[in-house]
């Protein structure tokens, strides 16, 4: 998801961390900003801008998510090219304020790009996506949410890279209908739980992920604009790790109750 749709210039990409260490996982996360890493209390205009440009609050445990899919310890960078891409169609002006928080957070090394003026939101991200897939080996994860466009530019790429994308995630926040392949998530656990499944991320990132989303601000584990999921939504009858069950349950429990408090 875009925030405004401004003045904007051209930033280089650029790389958050130096001291080398290779990724194990040998996979490389393309990401959406805004409603996927970054979250906001409010949807209203002014609170959006204020929080885009002075706050960073980020959806509780996408930090953790991040390290261990790509298997990057913190401060470490994984070869010659960032295994961690950041594209969205926010203005240019904010590309410190993204990399800040994503410095801040100790996300892999990464590159930002942001929308150009005179790209419309789809075009952009297709270009940009598009080059990337092109260019770079994969396996690639594609992340993003249901607020704009993801789901669709995300469904055209698959098609035409079905190859190289290993998986989509889309974050559902208003519940629209998604495409065939695309799998849904309402938390950096149950997107966690998903990769942990595949292998990607450890047992005890998973935990880390979980405990995290149980100690934040209700707001960082499911919007206030967002669409609730129903109980049982990360399908517990399919968990065998008796920790990971316990935790799931807690999550489930703490996800109906800042639902019932709206």
Request: with cysteine; net charge neutral; aromatic share 12%.
């Amino acid at each position: 998801m875009s925030l405004l749709f401004l003045f904007v210039g051209f930033f280089p990409p650029t790389a958050a961390f130096s001291s080398e260490e290779s990724c194990h996982n040998g996979i490389k996360i393309l990401s959406d900003f805004d409603d996927t890493i970054k979250t906001y209390p409010s949807k209203k205009m002014a609170i959006m801008g204020f929080n885009a440009l002075f706050k960073k609050h980020i959806n509780v445990g996408f930090d953790h998510l991040y390290k261990g899919i790509i298997g990057q310890k913190s401060g470490s960078f994984c070869g010659e090219e960032a295994p961690l891409t950041v594209i969205s169609a926010s203005p240019s002006f904010l590309y410190p304020m993204v990399d800040k928080l994503l410095t801040s957070y100790q996300f892999p090394s990464h590159k930002i790009i942001l929308r150009p003026i005179g790209k419309k939101s789809r075009q952009f991200k297709m270009e940009v996506f598009g080059k990337i897939l092109e260019r770079e080996e994969g396996p690639f994860l594609l992340i993003g949410d249901d607020v704009n466009e993801d789901p669709v530019i995300y469904h055209e790429l698959k098609n035409k890279f079905p190859e190289k994308i290993e998986e989509v995630y889309i974050h559902n926040v208003e519940n629209k209908e998604g495409f065939e392949g695309q799998k849904s998530y309402w938390t950096g656990f149950d997107l966690g739980l998903m990769e942990f499944e595949k292998g990607r991320i450890s047992l005890k990132t998973l935990l880390k992920i979980g405990e995290k989303l149980l100690q934040s601000s209700p707001w960082k584990v499911i919007p206030p604009y967002g669409h609730c999921p129903s109980q049982g939504f990360m399908k517990r009858s399919v968990i065998e790790d008796e920790a990971i069950l316990k935790l799931a349950e807690k999550i489930d429990l703490r996800v109906q109750e800042i639902c019932k408090a709206r």
